[in-house]
C-alpha cells in the first residue's frame, strides 16, 4: 500500500517538474516566440510550431504579428484658428515579423500603451493644427491621409507596419456648430435669393425678345401699307374678318 502511494506521489513530483521544467514550447499561429538566455534577447526568434529549450536557462515570450485593431476613444486637438475638437478614430497595424526581437528589447511588451496610443496622439494634434476648423470639416479625407502617413513614417522606425488609419468622427463645440449652421442658412437664402433674380432676368429678358419681335412684325407691315398705297393690306384685313356669308340684301 505504502509502495502504491509513493509511486503515485513520484509520478505526481515529476509530473510538477515537467510542467515547471518543461522543455517543450509551442508558439501559436499569428505569433513569433524570442528566445531569452538567462533573461537576456538571444536574436533567435521562432516561427509557429512546438520548440525544444533549456527550461533552466533559457524562455520564449511570444510577440503577436497579426493585425491589432486599436480605437481611440477620444484625442483633443485644436484647429489652426483654436478651436477646440473631440477626435474620434482607429488604427489597424501589426509588428513587423522580422523585427519582433528588437521591439522585445527596445519596448518590450506594452508597445502599445508605450510608443502607438502617444504617437496617434503627436499625429492628431499636428495634423489638425495645420487647418481652421472650416477646413477641418471639409478636407477630412486630406487630414486622415496626412495623419496616416505621419503613423507609418513614425511607427515604422518603432518597427511596427501601419495598415490603414480612420478619422471615425470629429465633433466640435455647440458654439462652433451653432456658428456653421447659421453660415449654411445665410448661404443657402444668398442661393435662393440669386436664383430668384436670375429667374426674373430670364422673364425681362423673355419680354423684351417679345416686344423686340412685335415691333419688327409691326414695322414690317407698316412698310408694305407704304409701299402698296395702303389698298392691299385694307384688302387683306377686310378678307381676314370676312365670315364667308355673301349680303342677302342689296
Same mark, same amino acid.
Given at each position: 500500500?505504502?509502495?502504491?502511494? &509513493?509511486?503515485?506521489?513520484?509520478?505526481?513530483? !515529476?509530473?510538477?517538474?515537467?510542467?515547471?521544467?518543461?522543455?517543450?514550447?509551442? *508558439?501559436?499561429?499569428?505569433? +513569433?516566440?524570442?528566445?531569452?538566455?538567462?533573461?537576456?534577447?538571444?536574436?533567435?526568434?521562432?516561427?509557429?510550431?512546438? @520548440?525544444?529549450?533549456?527550461?533552466?536557462?533559457?524562455?520564449?515570450?511570444?510577440?503577436?504579428?497579426?493585425?491589432?485593431?486599436? #480605437?481611440?476613444?477620444?484625442?483633443?486637438?485644436?484647429?489652426?484658428?483654436?478651436?477646440?475638437?473631440?477626435?474620434?478614430?482607429?488604427?489597424?497595424?501589426?509588428?513587423?515579423?522580422?523585427? *519582433?526581437?528588437?521591439?522585445?528589447?527596445?519596448?518590450?511588451?506594452?508597445? =502599445?500603451?508605450?510608443? *502607438?496610443?502617444?504617437?496617434?496622439? $503627436?499625429?492628431?494634434?499636428? !495634423?489638425? %493644427?495645420?487647418?481652421?476648423?472650416?477646413?477641418?470639416?471639409?478636407? @477630412? /479625407?486630406? *487630414?486622415?491621409?496626412?495623419?496616416?502617413?505621419?503613423? +507609418?513614417?513614425?511607427?515604422?522606425?518603432?518597427?511596427?507596419?501601419?495598415? #490603414?488609419?480612420?478619422? $471615425?468622427?470629429?465633433?466640435?463645440?455647440? #458654439?462652433?456648430? %451653432?456658428?456653421?449652421? @447659421?453660415?449654411?442658412?445665410?448661404?443657402?437664402?444668398?442661393?435662393?435669393?440669386?436664383?430668384?433674380?436670375?429667374?426674373?432676368?430670364?422673364?425681362?429678358?423673355? @419680354?423684351? %425678345?417679345?416686344?423686340? &419681335?412685335? /415691333?419688327?412684325?409691326?414695322?414690317?407691315?407698316?412698310?408694305?401699307?407704304?409701299?402698296?398705297?395702303?389698298?392691299?393690306?385694307?384688302?387683306?384685313?377686310? !378678307? =381676314?374678318?370676312?365670315?364667308?356669308?355673301?349680303?342677302?340684301?342689296?
Amino acid at each position: 500500500m505504502l509502495k502504491k502511494v &509513493a509511486t503515485v506521489f513520484g509520478i505526481l513530483i !515529476v509530473g510538477i517538474l515537467l510542467f515547471i521544467f518543461s522543455p517543450f514550447t509551442i *508558439v501559436s499561429a499569428g505569433q +513569433r516566440g524570442v528566445l531569452l538566455n538567462w533573461g537576456a534577447v538571444t536574436g533567435t526568434v521562432y516561427g509557429e510550431g512546438l @520548440r525544444i529549450i533549456n527550461p533552466i536557462s533559457q524562455s520564449v515570450i511570444k510577440m503577436n504579428v497579426q493585425t491589432q485593431k486599436l #480605437e481611440i476613444k477620444k484625442s483633443e486637438a485644436y484647429s489652426k484658428d483654436l478651436q477646440v475638437i473631440d477626435v474620434f478614430s482607429a488604427l489597424n497595424y501589426h509588428i513587423d515579423p522580422d523585427k *519582433v526581437a528588437i521591439l522585445y528589447q527596445t519596448i518590450g511588451v506594452d508597445y =502599445e500603451s508605450k510608443v *502607438v496610443l502617444p504617437r496617434i496622439e $503627436v499625429g492628431i494634434k499636428q !495634423v489638425f %493644427a495645420r487647418y481652421s476648423a472650416e477646413e477641418l470639416l471639409s478636407k @477630412r /479625407a486630406l *487630414v486622415q491621409s496626412e495623419i496616416g502617413e505621419f503613423l +507609418r513614417t513614425d511607427l515604422k522606425s518603432a518597427n511596427m507596419i501601419i495598415e #490603414e488609419y480612420n478619422l $471615425v468622427n470629429q465633433t466640435f463645440s455647440s #458654439e462652433f456648430e %451653432a456658428s456653421i449652421e @447659421r453660415k449654411q442658412i445665410a448661404e443657402q437664402d444668398a442661393l435662393t435669393a440669386k436664383n430668384k433674380l436670375q429667374q426674373v432676368q430670364f422673364e425681362a429678358a423673355q @419680354r423684351v %425678345a417679345q416686344a423686340t &419681335a412685335e /415691333a419688327e412684325a409691326i414695322k414690317i407691315q407698316a412698310q408694305a401699307i407704304t409701299q402698296q398705297g395702303g389698298q392691299n393690306y385694307v384688302q387683306l384685313k377686310a !378678307v =381676314e374678318k370676312w365670315d364667308g356669308k355673301l349680303p342677302t340684301q342689296f
